[in-house]
């Protein structure tokens, strides 16, 4: 199997006919095979500009900065707001999901000895932030169980059994895409069953803004939700948002004491001090890059074809068994099951993670579940085929070699 692997200015068929942004509207290394979008994303070159732009603004005249913030901060949340299709009084920016989650945890009042429910799939920092504040309340967390080959049915019964058994639950915890496993959950029948039951639902959708159209739409009806849009949506790191229902929007404070305080929800968060909000401002304009370039059903496509066939082209590779596996879920992440004794644990994925990105020059994500260890490939529309096939030729080797270090 030949590989050359595109380098910055080149363009393929597809991107002629789609318009799609390529490698080079982004500042990332030509040297490297970006192939974990999903962890940290990539700013395009133009927003780059922007926020470099505002920062200069900011730097040039600080006191007519932060004399005008709160307006400019007003207007980016009108737009990211008509983007993710509510009302821009429902939306307030945070610096990322895991921000927003904490700040929902920290208003919630929980009755000593209540029951909060979340899965085995959580992201680990939103699940320690749940633990502690249950801990603070005398409160119990519960972890449902969720095998990896679930249906959507089958995780709606889960659900529902759980809430129906032992003492009643406050608050439902759940991901809108699972950051280890790539799991599109089922939120609507989830969503029903809590409420039904009397509890309040968190959804962690760091992943949802831009993977899926309408990610307020799926998970219709959860009391708060917030979402990463440094990720798919490519906007600067540190920007996010938090949306919550109106019943409970007024009980959310920013974790940080500022003079928004006495503000109503949203317009608190929108000051915190000297906080740096540049990424906030500049988040509209990477929203338009990519509406503008090709428009987003056409990215998502894109990425879906790719992930699509770099999954089946890396599990043919390493011999990867996936049948345990859901498959065209979570659009643009897919998993590879890894030798059972490879990544049994976050530390030694991380450190397998490590060791790919040193001996190939390719950033993967290596994600550890339930002591099994996987390869999570994520794609964006900068990326190729050939960097797929460029480590499929390769990995097999870096792969056999740890696993006889482990045995």
């Avoid at 992201?123 to 309340?137: N, T």
Wanted: hydrophobic share 45%.
């Amino acid at each position: 199997m030949t590989t050359q692997v595109r380098r910055p200015g080149a363009t393929g068929d597809d991107e002629g006919a789609t318009g799609l942004p390529a490698l080079a509207d982004f500042a990332l290394d030509p040297e490297v095979r970006h192939l974990n979008h999903g962890s940290f994303g990539a700013v395009p070159r133009p927003v780059l500009d922007r926020l470099a732009a505002l920062r200069a603004e900011m730097e040039g005249n600080p006191d007519a900065w932060w004399r005008t913030l709160t307006g400019r901060i007003a207007a980016a949340r009108a737009d990211i707001a008509a983007f993710l299709r509510t009302a821009p009084d429902s939306l307030a920016l945070v610096a990322n999901a895991s921000a927003g989650a904490s700040a929902v945890l920290a208003s919630l009042r929980l009755p000593r000895g209540a029951r909060v429910l979340t899965t085995d799939h959580t992201y680990g920092a939103v699940a320690m932030g749940l633990r502690r504040i249950a801990a603070l309340h005398g409160a119990v967390v519960d972890t449902l169980h969720v095998p990896l080959d679930a249906s959507a049915r089958d995780i709606e019964a889960l659900f529902a059994q759980e809430l129906s058994a032992g003492a009643p639950v406050a608050l439902v915890v759940v991901d809108q895409i699972t950051s280890p496993t790539a799991r599109l959950l089922p939120l609507p029948g989830i969503v029903a069953a809590a409420h039904a039951a009397g509890a309040r639902v968190l959804v962690d959708g760091a992943h949802a803004p831009g993977l899926l159209a309408d990610p307020l739409g799926h998970a219709s009806g959860a009391d708060y939700w917030t979402g990463n849009l440094h990720k798919w949506t490519c906007a600067p790191r540190g920007t996010a948002a938090l949306v919550a229902a109106d019943d409970v929007a007024q009980d959310l404070v920013p974790l940080v004491n500022s003079w928004g305080a006495p503000e109503p929800y949203p317009h608190r968060f929108d000051q915190q001090g000297t906080q740096d909000v540049t990424g906030w401002l500049a988040a509209p304009a990477s929203l338009a890059f990519l509406a503008e370039r090709g428009g987003w059903e056409a990215a998502r496509a894109r990425m879906d074809r790719t992930v699509t066939a770099a999954q089946a082209l890396l599990a043919e590779a390493l011999d990867a068994d996936l049948s345990g596996v859901r498959v065209n879920e979570a659009l643009s992440m897919r998993l590879i099951p890894l030798s059972p004794v490879l990544a049994t644990d976050p530390e030694r994925a991380a450190a397998l993670q490590r060791r790919i990105a040193a001996e190939l020059r390719c950033e993967v994500s290596v994600t550890s579940w339930d002591g099994r260890g996987f390869l999570r490939l994520s794609a964006h529309v900068y990326n190729r085929p050939e960097e797929y096939e460029y480590l499929a030729e390769r990995l097999p080797a870096l792969l056999a070699t740890a696993e006889r270090e482990a045995r």
